[in-house]
């Protein structure tokens, strides 16, 4: 009798986990929406006597999403990055002047520094001021890029992930900028949401 009433537990578990995986996984759209209700969560401003830092999540499922809509990527290359997509939390930084005007992100003179002090630093030396930790443990920034804003507006634009972790809880993020940061800027986000978002089903399953 015990067998039995264990193999029965055995079956509807197996049911009931094979039918929250089949309604985690939805299409582009459904996971587009998803993610906008939660979106406010996944975007956070800081901003000091100077600069203003703009931080937001950007999941790779996005960034596939965008890719293939616009034919960037093909689906072979979308399948694999879909593998790769619990990997890393992608993050888009966002450093501006708003004092400046129009005036180009680096353009906007400081004491100590020059122009190309200033385009060295957020190319090649600004990673090592940001610090990131999940549930107390310090992560590495990898994929570091900084994106120029060539006289378009006054945004420096920075794209940089760091490793996933299982069952995380919280992530904490500080910028110590030695350009135009006055004080340290500090983020917090909820991780246990980003856990939450759905998953894309395979690129051979998008239908609407």
Not at 61 to 72: D, F, M, P, R, S
Not at 73 to 89: G, H, N, R, V
Not at 105 to 114: G, I
Not at 163 to 170: F, L, M
Request: glycine share 4%; with cysteine.
């Amino acid at each position: 009798m015990l067998k039995l009433q264990l193999i029965i537990f055995l079956l509807i578990s197996m049911l009931i986990s094979s039918a929250t995986l089949q309604l985690c996984k939805v299409n582009p759209d459904e996971y587009i929406q998803k993610f906008k209700e939660q979106q406010s969560f996944f975007e956070m401003v800081y901003a000091d006597s100077l600069a203003q830092y703009e931080l937001k999540l950007v999941p790779k499922e996005l960034q596939i999403i965008q890719g293939v809509k616009q034919n960037k990527i093909t689906a072979k290359e979308a399948e694999k990055w879909l593998k790769t997509s619990e990997l890393t939390y992608d993050f888009l930084l966002r450093i501006s002047i708003p004092e400046s005007g129009r005036k180009e992100f680096l353009k906007t003179e400081v004491d100590d520094f020059n122009y190309d002090e200033r385009l060295t630093y957020y190319a090649f030396e600004f990673m090592q001021d940001i610090s990131v930790s999940i549930d107390g443990e310090t992560l590495t920034i990898k994929d570091y890029h900084f994106e120029r804003d060539f006289g378009i507006g006054p945004h420096g634009v920075i794209r940089f992930s760091v490793s996933r972790k299982n069952k995380a809880k919280e992530l904490v993020m500080t910028i110590d900028d030695q350009v135009y940061g006055a004080q340290t800027a500090l983020f917090v986000m909820d991780l246990k949401r980003v856990e939450k978002l759905p998953k894309l089903k395979h690129i051979d399953r998008w239908k609407n």
